[in-house]
């Protein structure tokens, strides 16, 4: 891309609509890439400022979500190492990572579509499923500690926590195959 075409108001709004269009899906990319770990909204601000520093590179045309999802890769990378600095913790092998990463990328509508499903899916839970479902991926808050809070054993909750994730796995399956 020329650097004339960079600065017309035309592409800028173009592309600032690019990375609006794709912020659900490149939030649900990093999730997948951090499941359990702190940081998620730090790592997608970063993703955006690296996606609009690097707008010159950007061919329009060429397939956006796929040049966002390979940055939000790096960053997730990069949050990672910066956290292993601070706090050793367990974390998946690089090219698990990698390969996970490739497998998790989805197009924008097709992670919008799950999206739904899923919302869809989280309101049919009743209400102790999904605090529990809450509190582990929302507050991130660790299954031990809320089995705690909780007076149960931490492998009590574990099995219900499975069977949550299989019910809501089958619910969003359904969904999409019903409404394709």
Request: a positive charge; aromatic letters at 8%; one cysteine or more.
């Amino acid at each position: 891309m020329s650097s004339t075409h960079e600065h017309t108001p035309e592409f800028q709004r173009e592309f600032v609509g690019l990375i609006t269009q794709h912020q659900v899906s490149l939030r649900a990319y990093i999730i997948s890439l951090m499941p359990g770990m702190d940081g998620v909204s730090d790592v997608l601000q970063e993703t955006n400022l690296v996606l609009w520093e690097k707008r010159k590179s950007f061919e329009p045309g060429s397939h956006f979500a796929a040049w966002a999802f390979a940055i939000a890769r790096f960053e997730v990378k990069t949050h990672r190492r910066k956290m292993l600095r601070k706090q050793p913790m367990l974390c998946l092998d690089e090219q698990l990572n990698d390969d996970l990463a490739a497998y998790c990328q989805l197009p924008a509508e097709d992670t919008e579509s799950r999206m739904q499903a899923l919302e869809h899916c989280l309101k049919k839970l009743n209400p102790g499923e999904l605090e529990l479902v809450k509190q582990r991926y929302a507050k991130n808050t660790s299954l031990k500690q809320y089995a705690q809070n909780l007076g149960r054993p931490a492998g009590s909750l574990r099995v219900t926590l499975h069977r949550i994730r299989n019910s809501l796995r089958k619910c969003v399956s359904y969904q999409i195959n019903t409404t394709s």
